[in-house]
């Protein structure tokens, strides 16, 4: 599963888990790249004279017999060759961003973006993209965008046929005033929109209280901004009253490994698995390691500390937790839910996660583009790797919706079944 925010184009930030911070310095010379962390990574060996004089050639022929002439563009060609390149690894989840797509999802992962307010995923093995959620009072929502809705078509393009983030950034994000006229798919029929672009700010946690002192939080993304907004949340919610929570974690497709992690911290005791929170394992058997010790959260990477951490995290919930999770709660969300089970510090409702057990790593270049690599496998602190299998509930209950709300998109808390089974958990 690839995803992305329509108009922001999060990469599944995507589209799983993104550790960001390294930058890779290019060699033209060699047939290899160093990393700030002074790792050398070699590849599989490419006969480089080969494939340039193929380069040449095509070119030539381009040249010589491309209808339209007036369409080539030398910049569009050279990333359309990197792009290929990585697509020929046959892994989903890498591929190449040039510096203005870079530069886009950046922007992204703070929440605030030009757009038209959908949340929407991709699966890599159909391409299909879904609509799982349209913001309130988005241009999305007054254009009558629904969730559940399949985007068809953007434009002339046929959606599925495209990459999720280059269709995002390139073709549905813009200008703010614009508009995208887009084909979405509604119970086997097209229905075309007219959308206009705007500011679109991501509230990426939403919380209330029930009447019963149950606090309800639904966190739709990890972004940068997603682990303040929780704890505040959270701290609103504990001065109105809060005995219990619900924290819905359903079609939240992943994000920040950072976020997560210390979403996690903020919950989480220091007394079991060594502190551990989150572990990695790359293609060298190098470990990585986020864990809480004395009251801070710190990040161990091969050959050190990361120079970001550690943080303070002296903070622990107690009290009786939920999380609810569904076939959409994909990578960070598994992260976090993972975490909370091992520890015993929450019950799983709802059913079997995604099972997106594997770490992407933005890797800026110095140019302003960067690649996106899978880099690691990843582990809950009880050392399980979820990749392929997805996170079991502890409770496990299929979404049984009424006819009249199928589709919408606030579905009443006291109407949504899996909610009330995440409360009735806690009451017992």
């Known amino acids: 599963m690839v995803t992305a925010f329509a108009g922001l184009s999060i990469v599944g930030v995507a589209s799983g888990i993104s550790i960001v911070g ?15 962390g002074g790792a050398t990574a070699a590849k599989e060996s490419l006969d480089l004279e080969q494939v340039q004089n193929k380069l040449d050639f095509l070119e030539e022929l381009v040249g010589d ?28 989840y890498t ?15 703070e929440g605030v973006y030009c757009g038209i307010g959908v949340q929407v995923s ?6 299909i993209i879904t609509v799982l959620r349209v913001f309130p009072d988005s241009p999305a929502e007054e254009a009558g965008i629904r969730k559940g809705d399949i985007l068809y078509k953007v434009g002339d393009l046929m959606a599925a046929e495209q990459d999720l983030d280059t269709l995002v950034s390139q073709h549905i994000r813009g200008e703010e005033g614009t508009f995208v006229d887009m084909t979405m798919m509604r119970d086997g029929e097209e229905i075309p929109v007219h959308v206009e672009r705007r500011m679109v700010e991501n509230e990426t946690v939403e919380a209330q209280l029930l009447p019963d002192k149950t606090g309800y939080v639904l966190v739709t993304q990890f972004d940068s901004v997603t682990a303040d907004q929780f704890t505040n949340q959270i701290e609103k919610l504990e001065k109105e009253g809060m005995e219990r929570l619900v924290i819905d974690l359903r079609d939240n497709p992943g994000g920040v490994v950072d976020s997560c992690v210390e979403m996690a911290a903020y919950i989480l005791p220091e007394n079991q698995h060594g502190g551990t929170i989150l572990s990695t394992s790359d293609k ?5 390691r986020y864990y809480s010790k004395d009251g801070k959260l710190h990040h161990e ?30 990578s960070a969300s598994e992260v976090f839910a993972g975490a909370l089970q091992d520890y015993g510090k929450a019950t799983l ?23 996106k690599l899978t880099i690691a496998h990843y582990y809950t602190p009880a ?26 998109y606030d579905v009443p808390l006291e109407r949504d079944n899996q909610v009330q089974k995440a409360i009735e958990v806690l009451k017992e």
């Open 349 to 371: 409702v709802g059913t079997t996660s995604f099972g997106k057990g594997i770490v992407q790593q933005l890797l800026p270049l110095d140019d302003g583009s960067a690649v």
């Open 284 to 288: 060298n058997s190098e470990i990585e």
């Open 22 to 36: 390294r930058t890779v310095i290019q060699n033209q010379n060699t047939e290899s790249v160093e990393s700030s």
């Open 95 to 109: 591929t190449y961003y040039t510096a203005q797509e870079y530069q886009a999802m950046t922007e992204e992962t």
């Open 383 to 408: 050392g399980n790797d979820v990749h392929e299998k997805g996170l079991e509930p502890d409770v496990e209950v299929e979404l049984e919706l009424d006819e009249d709300l199928i589709g919408q």
């Open 301 to 330: 990477v091969s050959g050190g500390m990361d120079p970001r951490y550690p943080v303070e995290d002296g903070h622990e919930l107690d009290m009786p937790i939920a999380v609810l999770i569904n076939g959409m709660s994909a």
């Open 65 to 92: 017999y491309f209808l339209f002439e007036e369409d080539i563009h030398a910049a569009d060609m050279e990333a359309g060759i990197y792009k290929g390149l990585l697509a020929g690894l046959g892994d989903p």
């Open 122 to 127: 991709q699966r890599y093995d159909t391409g």
